[in-house]
């Protein structure tokens, strides 16, 4: 269950909200792409990143088996495209340990898309396959934003306004301590700023309840720090039934519960979406009403559909990640280059590294007294 974001301009969904025009900043970003990740692996990868750097002018670098590459590229449309293919022969199966992955498969796609970011080669990187080993290489090949303890995956998820809600961490860190959460409100507020557009982005904190003082001792203590923040808008405690209503901008939790927050959005996206259709074709005259109401079923298919975002970054780093789910389809694939591209467009690093330097001694205090 995911918001679209809009990328193009004009058209059929031009009354939706769209993210600011990426090519307006910086020139041609470079994306390094695990071509062979997903359950799809290269039919998918690049059909859906050549789409994106026409639409976006993107530069790729197709990272795999530089023979199953070539076999792909030979049945689509290169013009306009600017790609060079990089050879990388290790395959990394779900089954691996992403330790295994990091020590022992060092010409493994998404080892390399990762050196290629740390080299410079690239200014982002993005995979459809094992998102623990793309963590783990993230983590210790790109490295850390000085400053920052804990990557963060972000996602963004729908809401009642049409413009999603940014929800982290999802899953990165299942244990976090107050000073985590708090540098994750830094990260969603960046992203939201950079990426989203939004001015002083609202902050919330996950909770049991909405006054100050409900929660556990790391959500009373995130508070504390949160609430002292330079240069963050934080609102205060949220519970559940906000992400969707669009309230808020970003709402933090701890990786744990991010991670059972999104995937209950998940099912009961396609729960319902089952029950609608069974309730739209049980009897003749709910069909002759699903054919009246065709457009609008369509646009919230869309507003709902994880593809139309393509996948989560991975805040914190020195550098662009995007995590893909590991049955995105093209346009799934298409999005997350694009997303990639803002990030780099937008600067949310620079955004973010500020913003870490403006709290560096709350947060140095924080860490001392935990």
Not at 198 to 225: H, M, Q
Not at 332 to 345: L, N
Request: net charge neutral; with cysteine; charged share 20%.
């Amino acid at each position: 269950m995911a918001f679209k974001l809009n990328w193009g301009k004009g058209g059929a969904d031009a009354n939706l909200p769209a993210l600011p025009d990426a090519n307006s900043l910086v020139p041609a970003p470079v994306i390094a792409v695990d071509t062979m990740g997903g359950d799809f692996g290269p039919e998918v990868t690049i059909p859906g990143s050549l789409q994106a750097a026409r639409e976006c002018g993107c530069k790729l670098l197709l990272v795999g088996s530089g023979q199953a590459i070539e076999a792909v590229l030979k049945k689509e449309n290169l013009s306009g495209v600017s790609y060079e293919i990089i050879h990388a022969t290790d395959v990394v199966e779900m089954t691996d340990k992403p330790s295994d992955v990091l020590r022992r498969k060092k010409d493994a796609p998404v080892q390399v898309a990762c050196r290629l970011v740390r080299e410079g080669r690239a200014d982002g990187m993005m995979s459809p396959g094992h998102s623990g080993a793309t963590v783990a290489c993230a983590m210790f090949i790109i490295g850390r934003i000085d400053g920052v303890d804990r990557l963060a995956l972000a996602t963004m998820l729908p809401s009642e306004r049409e413009q999603p809600t940014v929800l982290l961490d999802v899953g990165a860190n299942v244990d976090c301590k107050p000073h985590h959460l708090f540098q994750f409100g830094l990260m969603g507020a960046a992203m939201a700023e950079t990426v989203l557009s939004r001015s002083r982005p609202k902050v919330g904190l996950l909770s049991i309840g909405e006054e100050e003082g409900k929660g556990n001792s790391l959500v009373k203590d995130a508070y504390d720090l949160l609430k002292q923040a330079n240069r963050l808008n934080f609102i205060g405690n949220a519970e559940g039934r906000d992400i969707f209503t669009g309230d808020l901008d970003v709402i933090v939790c701890d990786g744990f519960v991010g991670n059972v927050a999104l995937k209950l959005a998940e099912g009961l996206g396609s729960s319902l979406a089952r029950i609608l259709k069974r309730a739209l074709l049980s009897s003749l005259s709910a069909k002759l009403g699903t054919l009246l109401a065709k457009g609008a079923l369509t646009r919230f298919a869309r507003i709902v559909d994880y593809a139309e975002y393509g996948g989560a970054p991975l805040l914190g780093l020195q550098g662009v990640a995007i995590i893909c789910h590991g049955k995105s389809n093209a346009r799934a694939v298409c999005s997350a280059a694009k997303m990639a591209a803002a990030f780099v467009r937008k600067e949310t690093n620079k955004l973010l590294m500020e913003s870490i330097s403006a709290n560096e001694e709350l947060t140095l205090y924080s860490k001392a007294i935990k």
